[in-house]
């Protein structure tokens, strides 16, 4: 009994939580959507709005480790886009394409490792790095395929991101939640985690208690630019074609997800469980507004509606408990006084 009452116990202190309440607003998307589409709750449909922003969602992942860090990553898009680029250049101008997904994938290393190098070594400030970088890849992008689109990519390669693999999942859909339970592991159960958590919560403290901050960093700026070029790979197979401007604006979807799931803009605080619930809700709402005929413009306007508000209520809500708090202490401040003037009294009635 006491086992269970535990675990009761631990379930409504779950519930009360910031996930918690990205629990009742899911349930609340899921009801409303299911009204607008009878067929919504199809495993048909569930499988195709994963799979329609699967490559946002895998960059989210590592976007979530670096904001937790108290850094951001604006320019994976951009890799995203460089990657698949590099890939279509070097394999329409003959080279073998396992040759081409390479390189492409030495891109995302290349760019990860100068990105972190100028924030972790360096010292500058990464959303003034990134937002650099953002347009110096883009342009590079451009510079590879200017204006043109190019495909004609080989047939299984464009399967991988098109047809389903095991069931009716397909490849990206099962890389994702892969990245997703191995992301989970490194982060909640690991030292290299606990790490990533010490140094956003304060990066001086960590550095003296012996973290290397400069490496953890790093790291992260290099995975980040790793699964950005994974991810970009994994558009391309999709669309099959690539543009200079692939992956353009998902910047601003990417680092939604992660904040409306939790993770703080300040870093230090944050869990994957709380970004999944977030991914779930922004792909079911863009998932219902397109059942409904909401044009692409109004949904972006959503997500920057989001946005805000994923930064916005958070705050509130610290700022209502610590007010409970207070005034819970100060009632029983209150509750202490009478019982303390009384042996105030006593004492001095004894003295005398």
Avoid at 3 to 23: D, H
Avoid at 331 to 350: H, I, N, W, Y
Wanted: a positive charge; charged letters at 15%.
């Amino acid at each position: 009994m006491p086992a269970n009452t535990n675990i009761l116990q631990s379930i409504w202190e779950r519930m009360k939580s910031w996930e918690g309440f990205l629990v009742a607003i899911l349930i609340v998307v899921f009801l409303l959507n299911s009204v607008i589409a009878p067929n919504y709750l199809s495993i048909g449909n569930q499988i195709n709005l994963f799979v329609l922003s699967i490559e946002k969602i895998i960059v989210a992942l590592t976007m979530a480790f670096l904001i937790i860090n108290g850094e951001i990553d604006l320019s994976a898009p951009s890799i995203m886009g460089l990657a698949a680029c590099v890939a279509a250049y070097f394999f329409n101008r003959g080279m073998g394409f396992g040759t081409a997904l390479l390189i492409s994938m030495s891109v995302g290393l290349i760019t990860g490792l100068f990105n972190g190098f100028w924030v972790a070594i360096v010292g500058l400030n990464s959303l003034v790095v990134t937002l650099a970088m953002l347009i110096s890849y883009r342009g590079m992008a451009r510079i590879f395929l200017e204006d043109r689109s190019i495909g004609n990519f080989p047939d299984w390669f464009n399967q991988l991101g098109q047809k389903s693999l095991v069931g009716p999942f397909p490849l990206s859909l099962i890389i994702f939640f892969g990245l997703l339970v191995l992301a989970v592991i490194i982060l909640q159960y690991t030292g290299f985690g606990r790490r990533t958590f010490a140094i956003g919560n304060n990066k001086d403290a960590a550095r003296y208690s012996g973290v290397k901050v400069a490496r953890v960093k790093l790291l992260l700026f290099i995975a980040s630019g790793l699964v950005s070029a994974l991810a970009g790979l994994l558009l391309a197979a999709r669309l099959g074609a690539v543009r200079g401007d692939l992956a353009y604006g998902y910047e601003l979807e990417i680092v939604t997800m992660v904040l409306l799931g939790g993770v703080s803009i300040f870093g230090g605080s944050g869990s994957l469980y709380g970004v999944f619930l977030s991914i779930l809700i922004i792909l079911n709402i863009k998932n219902g507004m397109s059942l409904a005929n909401f044009s692409g413009h109004f949904q972006t306007g959503v997500i920057g509606l989001l946005l805000i508000l994923s930064v916005l209520l958070p705050n509130l809500v610290s700022d209502f408990q610590e007010a409970m708090q207070r005034r819970r202490r100060k009632r029983e401040a209150r509750r202490e006084l009478p019982g303390t003037a009384a042996v105030a009294k006593s004492d001095a009635s004894g003295d005398s």
